[in-house]
């Protein structure tokens, strides 16, 4: 069955040290999401991709960065790791027909020290 | 952006039938109307989604009023596994992903 996975599903850093988290899908959709989830905000947009090469600035991006050089993966990147940064962090993804919906990984959870 | 306001929790029993509501003033022409449920510890789950009027699946209706500035999410008779948290979601689906604006969802809480 396809699926989206993310790795680490934890990670414990230390602030000014770079974390990249992994979202691999197995749909073969061209559109990829990252967001976060912190209490008292709900999910909120990070980056986002259509497809290969191609990514874009979200709501909350600063301190963010992500690379698409596959349809299967969109890896996400914190330069530089701060204590805002720590949340729950979801992939998704989409197809790209007009009533696709996107599907979410399990999550990963960051805390910066 | 759309923004999205939606009420903090909600208190139910098994058996009856639960209606969230989503507001979303500013919608735009092109935007959609999704909803997830969201398990803790999980990433959000596929409900339902809309544009105008009512739609229905195996497990929910949803609702949108012709003005479409507000959306009713309707779970027939929940049980207990139905205790979760539930986003709407406003939005384009194909392309301006920017637009994208959820909701800060609602604790629904299902009681025997």
């Known amino acids: 069955d396809a699926e989206i996975t993310q790795s680490p599903r934890h990670k414990i850093t230390e602030t000014g040290r770079q974390v990249t988290l992994a979202c691999h899908q197995t749909?073969?959709?061209?559109?990829m999401f990252w967001y976060r989830q912190d209490l008292g905000h709900g999910l909120r947009l990070i980056h986002y991709s259509y497809g290969v090469q191609d990514t874009n600035k979200g709501e909350v991006s600063d301190g963010y960065s992500v690379s698409r050089s596959n349809t299967e993966d969109l890896p996400l990147t914190l330069e530089s790791a701060a204590s805002s940064q720590t949340s729950v962090y979801f992939c998704?993804?989409?197809?790209?027909?007009?009533?696709?919906?996107?599907?979410f990984g399990p999550g990963t959870r960051l805390t910066v020290l | 952006l759309a923004k999205t306001t939606q009420p903090i929790s909600m208190d139910s029993y098994e058996g009856q039938e639960v209606n969230i509501t989503c507001s979303h003033n500013?919608?735009?022409?092109?935007?959609?109307i999704t909803w997830y449920q969201q398990f803790p510890s999980q990433g959000p789950r596929f409900i339902i989604q809309g544009y105008k009027t009512k739609v229905t699946n195996e497990v929910a209706s949803l609702f949108i009023p012709a003005d479409r500035k507000s959306s009713t999410l309707s779970l027939p008779r929940v049980s207990l596994s139905d205790t979760a948290v539930y986003y709407c979601?406003?939005?384009?689906?194909?392309?301006?992903?920017?637009?994208?604006?959820f909701g800060t969802g609602t604790r629904l809480l299902v009681s025997p």
């Open positions: 998704a993804s989409s197809g790209s027909g007009s009533t696709d919906t996107q599907y």
């Open positions: 979601l406003v939005g384009p689906l194909n392309t301006g992903f920017q637009k994208l604006v």
């Open positions: 500013n919608i735009a022409t092109n935007d959609y």
């Open positions: 749909w073969n959709h061209n559109n």
